[in-house]
């Protein structure tokens, strides 16, 4: 199954990594944290990759991987939501409402090329979309406003939600147009999708496809990149995952 686009929302200024070069900028194992996540995305087919930057941004066309033949940019918006909406806008006069769109963070470059195919193979024959996650492994407490217990949450079906996540152009499309006009902004696509009555599909993903939100997850992004690579480079000749 192709996957027509890929979306990456990348307009955010980190203002939780508390640096001033945005997180997507920053180095780490040689390179930028976008180059690492672009790097796996390029790895998909031939899917044309949806950058969205922000519009002051100074750093993205300084980077070789600008000038990719298969990436476009986009102005993205103020959240993340409001990005994927102005990357889809931009591919309205190609895209056909039934082509595949992966989205994915630009701060999750520790994606595993399998995992991202085992998520595209696993939703061909679904009717909405899916997204990868993993399960809940912590004791999950729910709290008051006073930072006192109140339960202690059952995880059995619990999930954390990751990226990519994959849905029709069409679908995900209205979704993110009709949270808009509601004024409301769905943290993820899978959210936009879900209120409007629909059931995505949750692939297991795999615990390294960590989000780069704090300073401190450079450093254990990093530690799994270089595991990783080191890994593909003693297998003779196979691309195949630990």
């Given amino acids: 199954m192709p996957v027509s686009w890929i979306v990456v929302p990348a307009a955010g200024q980190g203002r939780r990594f508390g640096e001033i070069l945005p997180k ?32 002051a941004d100074s750093q993205w066309s300084r980077l070789p991987v600008f000038s990719h033949p298969r990436i476009r940019t986009v102005h993205g918006g103020k959240e993340r939501s409001d990005s994927v909406r102005l990357a889809l806008e931009c ?27 085992k998520l595209i193979c696993a939703v061909k024959s679904h009717k909405v979309g899916g997204i990868l996650a993993v399960p809940v492994s912590d004791t999950v407490k729910q709290v008051n406003d006073r930072a006192g217990i109140t339960a202690t949450i059952s995880r059995a079906n619990l999930r954390l939600a990751q990226t990519p996540q994959i849905f029709r152009y069409g679908l995900l499309s209205w979704s993110l147009n009709s949270a808009l006009r509601q004024q409301w902004q769905p943290t993820d696509e899978a959210a936009a999708v879900e209120k409007l009555g629909h059931c995505p599909l949750v692939v297991e993903g795999s615990a390294d496809n960590i989000k780069i939100t704090r300073r401190e997850d450079l450093a254990i992004a990093e530690a799994i990149i270089r595991f990783q690579n080191e890994f593909l480079r003693q297998q003779s000749g196979g691309m195949e995952w630990p």
Avoid: F, K
């Fill in 24 to 55: 997507q900028y920053q180095v780490m194992a040689g390179r930028t944290v976008i180059e690492h996540t672009l790097e796996r995305l390029l790895q998909i087919d031939q899917s044309v990759v949806v950058v969205a930057i922000h519009p």
């Fill in 91 to 117: 591919l309205q006069r190609e895209a056909h409402v039934d082509d595949w769109v992966l989205v994915h963070d630009v701060a999750r470059p520790c994606v595993r090329v399998p995992d991202i195919n």
